[in-house]
T-cell receptor, first 113, second 114 residues
């Protein structure tokens, strides 16, 4: 176990549903990331939180809403998603300003129906 | 911002042969270059990394080289084995920076045939 835990592991949701993905890290890191992994774009950076502040938002649609209440927890709130949003969503964490190796969670496999 | 290009997208080699994956980056300020391996159904995991103050780093059968002038870096796997089959991602970031976010290449699917 790398110390980065994501829940749920699998999620099936309708296009009108609202759901949230959760990520928790126990590594004492101070930066957390959401990546989307699909066949089209193998590792696409979505959001970065550094010291609990959002520092990057790569033109992600507003139907994805991140939340970082503290340095150990990261959420991705989902609403009115589209079938093309089906993908593996990976959370990662690292140190800012130090060793920047990123540790990944197992991911949440999201299917939008 | 940083842009990382990775080639090839797929690579098939015979067991025992060498495999080379190449990446280029755009931001000359980047100084940390890790390589991740992702086996089927698993999370990406760091296998080797290099910082810009060195030109080469080795760890058993894997090595990474860095050319700062040309802004490219490569992963070399020698004596490949079937268990090396996976998707490999290169990445670039700024070590010691205020953000620390990694920008990844698109990945290379390596298949090692027994």
């Amino acid at each position: 176990e790398t110390g980065v835990t994501q829940t749920p592991r699998h999620l099936v949701m309708g296009m009108t549903n609202k759901k949230s993905l959760k990520c928790e890290q126990h590594l004492g890191h101070n930066a957390m990331y959401w990546y989307k992994q699909s066949a089209k774009k193998p590792l696409e950076l979505m959001f970065v939180y550094s010291l609990e502040e959002r520092v990057e938002n790569n033109s992600v649609p507003s139907r994805f809403s991140p939340e970082c209440p503290n340095s150990s927890h990261l959420f991705l709130h989902l609403h009115t998603l589209q079938p093309e949003d089906s993908a593996l969503y990976l959370c990662a964490s690292s140190h800012v300003g130090g060793d920047t190796e990123a540790f990944f969670g197992q991911g949440t496999r999201l299917t939008v129906v | 911002g940083e842009n990382v290009e990775q080639h090839p997208s797929t690579l098939s080699v015979q067991e025992g042969d060498s495999a080379v994956i190449k990446c280029t980056y755009s931001d000359s300020a980047s100084n940390y270059f890790p390589w991740y391996k992702q086996e089927l159904g698993k999370r990406p995991q760091l296998i080797i990394d290099i910082r810009s103050n060195v030109g080469e780093k080795k760890d058993q059968r894997i090595a990474v080289t860095l050319n700062k002038t040309a802004k490219h870096f490569s992963l070399h796997i020698t004596e490949t084995q079937p268990e090396d089959s996976a998707v490999y991602f290169c990445a670039a970031s700024i070590y010691g920076g205020s953000q620390g976010n990694l920008i990844f290449g698109k990945g290379t699917k390596l298949s090692v045939k027994p």
